[in-house]
């Protein structure tokens, strides 16, 4: 897939430009169109279709005119002759098809490549008999007519992709439930025979796990450092490589234009984009919103067919079937990323070798001074992305991914399983998943621009989702730890288990060290505590304390200054995760009673985005003043 310098047969391209200008192009088109696959190592007919003064069909009708052969436009789908399972790959670039005619013969509709006219040509000069079976049609309707065909094969395909010990299709394994039980019982009988003994004892472990986190924190906060871009290397636009991006959307007509203007921006050759809108079939407004304008010619529709979950994960999948590129990047709808990410990203590949799988740019929110909410939610994201995710990733560690601006290597993505259709924090899983696979996770520095929730019902139903997908995929890589722990290395799994197990933990249980804490001041002030429970009140002062303080600490090492002005982020802390704490124990209720309902997160067009001011922007930080 790679660009690699095409070889050009004047005869045909001179034959072809000749029959377009019969049809109206004008000669400035089909100039632009070979300087372009000249200097991107592309085929002539190919930057044709990339014009803005020449359609798909245009093209295609010419060289059926040289050929000799006819030209057609549409057929039933059930026609189309299917010989056993097609592979994969036929779904990403059809080219040809077997057509089974109402005369009961076979016939060939092919879009042909231009490096294949002339060959084709010698051949029905050598059997002209042939020219009456073969007719010519676009790619994207040969696209178009095989995903209909094989609508259910490529629908279960996107249920399945994640093999099932691997995927949170059950939320529990027979022996996970089994050990939860046993535990249960064992707390509850501990409980009532030893009361006091059994919550200090509690208390102590799920306090190792919150210091756990604190230290990880700490460590990253000590190397922490504000973003800076590197120099992107010189690069032949010929070298570059057919780039997919896929961009899921449920109910999002009202950023639809935000979205494809933020998209064409992108530093690279349209001719090697391969952008993917993807779509419920029934999500009828946001289709009429992307159908309405005219998409670039990258640009393609997707439309997901109903059945199984109804998840960001399972559209993906379908998606990916289709995905021309070696390298698969994840967009979302509100997403504004800087036009040289996806250079940024290919030159990480080229340097990172075939056991980097994955690198992950860094989410910048665009409306931080909205609210408390936006401007916790920037700091936290601060600290995510441009602190904690670079020091796990420079030390080798487990990267949990996030829901977008993911670049994949498409053949580790296919080798691990794809998304998981039934997890809900797919992003996460993903990054395990990748780890066990024994490939590797970067990051870069050219971030994407996204907005925050400014509601506090939005931003709840998001970390609901956010936090059960991380018990669920706790839950499907627990489900044995020995194996989990041989695949990543013994390290790597300790620290992950500290890691996403303090995070659960300590957002369930905050609240409940706030009560211990102050029940333990108040009872001081009545009058002495034992040494027992002194220690205790030292272990939960010092534990919050640190707690607050290297998540500070983390989030205004990695901030820029203009995001930090203002505003005292230290003293809504606390604030802050007592809502979190709230939207964990509703993701516990919600993974037992619906552990795959996906709440959708609505999205606005942003009052801030100014086009031309984000595209030069030069510094990881949102321009809004």
Partial sequence: MRGESKSFDLEICSAISARLERRGVSRGWLLRAYNAAVHNGTFFCDELTHQPGVEEIQVYE???????????????????????????????????????????GTYLYIAPKENHIKKLRDHMREAPELRERIRI????????????????????????????????????????????????YSFIACAINWPLKTLLVLHVFFTLFFFGCVLIRLFAAASGRRLRFPEIRPFKPRDLPIYSILVPLYREKEVVGQLIAALERLNWPHSKLDIKLVCEKDDFDTISAIRDGKLPSCFELILVPSGGPRTKPKALNYALQFARGEIVAIFDAEDRPHPDQLLEAWQAFQAGGEKLGCVQAPLIIGNFRRNLLTRMFAFEYAALFRGLLPWLATRGLVIPLGGTSNHFRRSCLEKVGGWDAYNVTEDADLGFRLARFGYRIGVIKRGTIEDAPEDYHVWRKQRTRWLKGWIQTWLVHGRQPYNTGRELGWWRFIVSQIYIVGIISSALLHPFMLLMLAALLVALAFGPLTAGYLWLLGLDVVNILLAYLSFYLLGAKTMERTELRGYAYLLAVPVYWVFISLSAWRAVWQLVRKPHLWEKTPHQPSVFYIASEEARNAEPRPIMD
């Fill in 62 to 104: 010419a060289m059926a005119e040289f050929l000799g052969l006819s030209f057609v436009g549409e057929i039933l789908p059930s026609r189309i002759f299917v010989s056993g399972e097609e592979p994969p790959s036929i779904f990403a670039e059809a080219r040809q098809v077997m057509v089974i005619g109402e005369d009961g």
């Fill in 137 to 184: 049609c676009t790619p994207a309707f040969l696209n178009q007519i095989l995903r209909l065909r094989h609508q259910k094969e490529l629908i279960a395909r996107a249920h399945e992709m994640t093999p099932q010990p691997l995927s949170a299709i059950r939320v529990l394994e027979t022996p996970q439930a089994f050990v939860i039980a046993i535990g249960l």
